[in-house]
Nanobody
Framework: VSLVESGGAVVQPGESLRLSCITS????????MSWVRQEPGKAIEWVGS????????ECADSVKGRCTISRNNAQNTLWLQLHSLTPEDTAMYYC??????????????????RGQGTQVTVSA
């Protein structure tokens, strides 16, 4: 099983980023997927989730209106686009299959996989 995030960068406030998560080794299309983030010494924060076929997505209040989550099941790939970035968005971003982050009405698998993360730093 492999989940590899990329796209993190050092950006200025107001800019946008598109993070990617390329997966392999598990039934990607059977899992609702989530993005989470974590700053050093702080708890993991849910950013958003997308259901198995990509029709449904939800974003946390902290990024609502600035967050777009998408997926391509043929490519086993997940994306997170964040707009109007602020310093508060600075964190390591991870893609995960963790079912605890997924709305209970959405279908998903039972395994909890997570990538190594990609760092997003927002600084003037």
């Amino acid at each position: 099983v492999s989940l590899v995030e990329s796209g993190g960068a050092v950006v200025q406030p107001g800019e946008s980023l598109r993070l990617s998560c390329i997966t392999s080794g598990f039934a990607f299309s059977a899992y609702s997927m989530s993005w989470v983030r974590q700053e050093p010494g702080k708890a993991i924060e849910w950013v958003g989730s997308i259901n198995t076929n990509g029709v449904l997505s939800e974003c946390a209040d902290s990024v609502k209106g600035r967050c777009t989550i998408s997926r391509n099941n043929a490519q086993n790939t997940l994306w997170l686009q964040l707009h109007s970035l602020t310093p508060e968005d600075t964190a390591m971003y991870y893609c995960t299959t963790d079912p605890s982050f997924v709305p209970f009405t959405w279908a998903t698998g039972t395994e909890n996989y997570r990538g190594q993360g990609t760092q997003v730093t927002v600084s003037a």
